[in-house]
């Protein structure tokens, strides 16, 4: 056997041994995937969690809803006790007794006024502009002066009802019909203390 030959035989020989060591080495074992992560299930705590918690916030939003309509209804009453406390009073031509469908409008006066014993109103008597102006002045004293005895004589401490007269001076309305003087003839009530936090009756 030439040296040719040996070389080729051997490089065969070689060959079939890499060939079978091959053959012999196992494949490598597949990766296994990652098992899923489990699914969360809520058992009956937490699904009492999350009903108390819905229960907490239906409970915080009913209870801002009551307060915001307990502070709308206590604007309300307010602003309805100062409108009383400054309603005119009309008078029937030269006169300054109080008319029976005007006693309604100072009866509202009369709850709001015991109820805020901090109060103090200025009456103002006015007149129409027929008559002189002396006449006129006087009529308006007269005319608030019904009304703070109106006042009192339904328990209001006199000390919390000033009066005055401007007579035929400060109109409420311009014209020279009956219409025009029955808005003229007056008393007029400003709230002069206390009415910065006027309690509700």
């Known amino acids: 056997m030439n040296r040719t030959h040996r070389s ?6 070689a060959a079939a041994a890499i060939l079978a060591a091959c053959r012999r080495q196992q494949e490598p074992a597949p990766v296994p995937e990652p098992a899923p992560a489990p699914v969360e299930t809520c058992d009956q705590r937490c699904r009492d969690s999350i009903a108390a918690a819905e229960a907490a916030t239906r409970r915080r939003a009913d209870s ?23 309603a005119r009073v009309l008078f029937d031509y030269d006169q ?14 009369l709850p709001v006024l015991r109820a805020n014993p901090g109060i103090r109103l200025l009456v103002s008597g006015h007149a129409d502009e027929r008559g002189s102006d002396e006449y006129n002045i006087a009529l308006g004293q ?23 007269s401007y007579g035929e001076e400060r109109p ?24 910065e936090n006027i309690t509700p009756p």
């Open 8 to 13: 080729v035989v051997l490089t065969a020989l």
């Open 64 to 86: 801002i809803e009551a307060a915001n309509r307990a502070a709308a209804d206590l604007a309300r009453r307010i602003e309805a006790a100062k409108a009383a406390l400054t």
């Open 96 to 109: 300054s007794e109080i008319r029976a469908d005007q006693r309604a409008i100072l009866d509202q006066k």
């Open 142 to 164: 007269q005319r608030a002066a019904a009304v703070r005895r109106y006042l009192t004589d339904n328990g209001i401490d006199p000390s919390r009802i000033q009066i005055t």
């Open 172 to 195: 409420a309305t311009t014209g020279t019909d009956e219409n025009a003087y029955a808005q003229n003839r007056r008393a007029e009530f400003e709230v002069v203390a206390g009415g």
